[in-house]
T-cell receptor, first 113, second 109 residues
């Protein structure tokens, strides 16, 4: 069954704790992305990776970290340095080709108490 | 700066037609995307335009005018399940996606 998986769907953490969100894909896509979505705002890019062992900061990378050790996996760590971590986090992959359409996983809703 | 404008909210009646507009000011243009996002879910890809004109996909059509920096998404024969947010996104000269805030479409019976 092809697709993008993110787990868990809902995550609760105490303030000051680091938390890692998983994103796995079996679409064989090279590019992977992490976005954050807050109510009433457009998607904001946190980090992206176009190839294994390489990644770049997006518009709001402060307080986040990523790794890309495997093509299939692009985990995001939300550190205690992120001031407002409560949000809906979306992982996407890039299909490449002429359109390079991005496809999204189901998302993880993180609540920091 | 780069900017995408869409109406915040629209209301339409089941069975009717609705047009959701998107205007953009970006540094370069390499394609425009429309996504649908139901409440609490992830966005799903609807359509892609890179050349001027109309692209039709069943009940949904998307139009692009690059000279005007303008696109619209046309939804026909509206169904209750079409209640969702519709997001316009433009790929700029660096092939980065610039996202609009989305238009919440409310369908009334």
């Amino acid at each position: 069954d092809g697709g993008i998986t993110q787990s868990p769907k809902y995550l609760f953490r105490k303030e000051g704790q680091n938390v890692t969100l998983s994103c796995e894909q079996n679409l064989n896509h090279d590019a992977m992305y992490w976005y954050r979505q807050d109510p009433g705002q457009g998607l904001r890019l946190i980090y992206y990776s176009q190839i294994v062992n390489d990644f770049q900061k997006g518009d709001i990378a402060e307080g986040y970290s990523v790794s890309r050790e495997k093509k299939e996996s692009f985990p995001l760590t939300v550190t205690s340095a992120q001031k407002n971590p409560t949000a809906f986090y979306l992982c996407a992959t890039g299909g490449g080709g002429d359109t390079d359409t991005q496809y999204f996983g189901p998302g993880t809703r993180l609540t920091v108490l | 700066g780069q900017n995408i404008d869409q109406p915040t909210e629209m209301t339409a009646t089941e069975g009717a037609i609705v047009q959701i507009n998107c205007t953009y000011q970006t540094s370069g243009f390499n394609g425009l995307f429309w996504y649908q996002q139901h409440a609490g879910e992830a966005p799903t890809f609807l359509s892609y335009n890179v050349l001027d004109g109309l692209e039709e996909k069943g009940r949904f059509s998307s139009f692009l005018s690059r000279s005007k920096g303008y696109s619209y998404l046309l939804l026909k024969e509206l169904q209750m399940k079409d209640s969702a947010s519709y997001i316009c996104a433009v790929k700029d000269s660096n092939y980065q996606l610039i996202w609009g805030a989305g238009t919440k479409l409310i369908i009334k019976p």
